[in-house]
């Protein structure tokens, strides 16, 4: 199992910068797939962003692509998602997922975080 715990939202100016952490616990964080996935108000869960295990591949929605990174330290046990150029529908509360077999992209993944607010106002 792994416990995830997201970190670093917060309220911010539409074309303002934000990093969110999600720290994992336990020894096998190198054996998961990790990705970020947000709820808006209203909304479903949707896809932003997802890494592979030992990070050589990553996967974008097309609404953040090149405007968002995703990365991980697997010796820190951190996934972080670098968001740059926000925009204020990008408002939501942002949500850590993990999975071992598949890399998530959709929304069927094993385990979730507790999710972070980001607030973006214009």
């Known amino acids: 199992q792994v416990q995830l715990v997201e970190s670093g939202g917060r309220l911010v100016q539409a074309g303002d910068s934000l990093r969110l952490s999600c720290a994992a616990s336990g020894r096998s964080f190198s054996s998961y797939h990790m990705g970020w996935f947000r709820q808006a108000p209203g909304k479903e869960r949707e896809f932003v962003a997802a890494?592979?295990?030992?990070?050589?591949?990553?996967y974008y929605a097309d609404s953040v692509k090149g405007r968002f990174t995703i990365s991980r330290d697997n010796a820190k046990l951190t996934v972080f998602l670098q968001m740059n150029s926000l925009k204020p529908e990008a408002t939501a509360v942002y949500y850590c997922?993990?999975?071992?077999?598949?890399?998530?992209?959709?929304?069927?993944?094993?385990?979730w975080g507790q999710g972070t607010q980001v607030t973006v106002s214009s």
């Open positions: 890494i592979t295990k030992t990070g050589s591949s990553t």
């Open positions: 997922a993990a999975d071992r077999i598949a890399v998530p992209v959709t929304g069927r993944v094993n385990y």
